[in-house]
C-alpha cells in the first residue's frame, strides 16, 4: 500500500491525557508532511510555545517532577481553583499567540486545557453535571475564533493505558501524572472523558480511539478530520 500523503492543517492541536499517544501522533504526522518537503514546528503545551525538537516527553528532569508531585500532593486543596487557573493560563496563550509565516505548526498537548479537565474531574462525576464560570466559557469559545486551530483529541481505553505504563517502568521513565492516571482507572476515565468533552463541545476537535492504531490509521484519521465542522457551542 503507498504512503498516505497528508498537508498537516496550518495549526494541529493534539490534545489527550497521559499515556494518550500524543508525541507518536505528532511524530508520525510531522515525519510524514516533512517527507513530502513541508515545513513543520512543533510546540510543546501551549499554542503559544516555543519551538520543541524533542520527540518525546519521557525523562523529565527533576525540577518538573518535583512541581508535578507538589501538584498531586495539593491537588484536593486547589481543585475548585483550576477552572480559573486555566482560562487565565489559555487567556495569556492567546495573547501571546502568533502564526507562523512559513510552516505549519503541530502543538502537541495544551496545559492549562489539561488542567481544567483534571480540576473538573475532581469536583464532578459526569459530564451532564458540569457547570463552567462564565469566564472560563468565554476563554474556550475565543481559542478557535483566534487561532483557527484544528484540534484531534486522543481517547484511550483503560488496558492500553496500562499496558503503556508497564513499558515507560520498563524504560524508567515513569512520571507522576502517568502513576495519577493509571491508579484509578474510574477517575483516569473521568478525565478524559472531561477533556474529550472540552475539545469536541469548544474546539470543534475529533476524538480518536487511539488504541494501538497504526501510523496510516492515524494520517488516514488526520486526513478525513481536516474537513470536520466548527465546534458546537453547547455545553
Do not use: Q
Not at 49 to 56: A, V
Amino acid at each position: 500500500m503507498p504512503p498516505i500523503l497528508i498537508t498537516p492543517p496550518p495549526l494541529l492541536l493534539i490534545l489527550g491525557t497521559d499515556l494518550a499517544g500524543k508525541d507518536h501522533f505528532a511524530n508520525v504526522v510531522i515525519d510524514a508532511a516533512e517527507s513530502t518537503g513541508i515545513k513543520v514546528e512543533r510546540r510543546r503545551g501551549a499554542l503559544s510555545g516555543r519551538p520543541d525538537r524533542l520527540r518525546t516527553s519521557e525523562g523529565k528532569g527533576g525540577l518538573l517532577l518535583l512541581i508535578e508531585r507538589l501538584f498531586l500532593a495539593t491537588l484536593p486543596l486547589h481543585a475548585p481553583l483550576l477552572p480559573f487557573v486555566a482560562a487565565c493560563l489559555i487567556l495569556l496563550d492567546l495573547r501571546r499567540f502568533r502564526r507562523s509565516p512559513d510552516r505549519c505548526v503541530v502543538v502537541v498537548s495544551h496545559t492549562g486545557l489539561r488542567l481544567l479537565a483534571v480540576g473538573l474531574g475532581h469536583r464532578f462525576d459526569r459530564i451532564e453535571a458540569i457547570r463552567l464560570p462564565a469566564m472560563v466559557d468565554r476563554v474556550l469559545r475565543a481559542i478557535v475564533p483566534t487561532t483557527g486551530a484544528r484540534v484531534m483529541v486522543l481517547d484511550i481505553a483503560h488496558r492500553v493505558r496500562e499496558a503503556r505504563m508497564a513499558k515507560r517502568v520498563k524504560r524508567g521513565t515513569v512520571d507522576h501524572f502517568d502513576r495519577y492516571m493509571a491508579k484509578h482507572p474510574m477517575r483516569s476515565e473521568r478525565i478524559e472523558s472531561f477533556l474529550v468533552w472540552l475539545g469536541e463541545t469548544y474546539l470543534g476537535a475529533l476524538c480518536i480511539e487511539n488504541n494501538d492504531l497504526s501510523d496510516d490509521a492515524l494520517l488516514a484519521l488526520l486526513a478525513a478530520g481536516s474537513t470536520k465542522g466548527t465546534p458546537s457551542g453547547e455545553p
